[in-house]
């Protein structure tokens, strides 16, 4: 399975997942000319920008740390642009959700890990 196709499925993995925690998916795949955010999400409080990173394991390093500032810095300003198109009275959150999945989707056992305020 080709790289984009893996990368859906563990987009679709991480909304399944906040959507079992009680939150309404409003968005995917998000893109402007600034950049592009995964998931976006809202539940009581927050409306959440969310970067997904799917790994086979964390034996190099964390999913999170591929996250790096520089992607930071594209997630929010692609976050304020779609804060200037969506009007909302909820705090912006951003998130990371890491997924371990060893063999990729044909694993069955799939890690799911939300890391809630991730970066600010």
């Not at 600034?34 to 034996?59: C, P, Q, T, W, Y």
């Not at 929010?76 to 804060?83: F, S, V």
């Not at 990371?96 to 069955?108: F, H, L, M, T």
């Amino acid at each position: 399975m080709d790289r984009h196709l893996t990368g859906r499925w563990g987009e679709e993995k991480a909304a399944a997942f906040l959507r079992r925690k009680g939150y309404k998916i409003i968005g995917m795949n998000y893109a402007c000319r600034m950049g592009e955010i995964d998931i976006i999400a809202r539940n009581r409080k927050f409306i959440v920008f969310a970067e997904v990173k799917l790994r086979k394991s964390a034996a190099f390093a964390e999913a999170r740390e591929f996250v790096t500032i520089a992607k930071q810095e594209r997630i929010k300003t692609t976050a304020a642009m779609w804060l200037s198109e969506n009007e909302t009275s909820l705090q912006p959150r951003f998130d990371v959700i890491e997924i371990y999945a060893p063999e990729g989707p044909e694993s069955r056992d799939v890690s799911i890990r939300h890391i809630e305020d991730a970066f600010q």
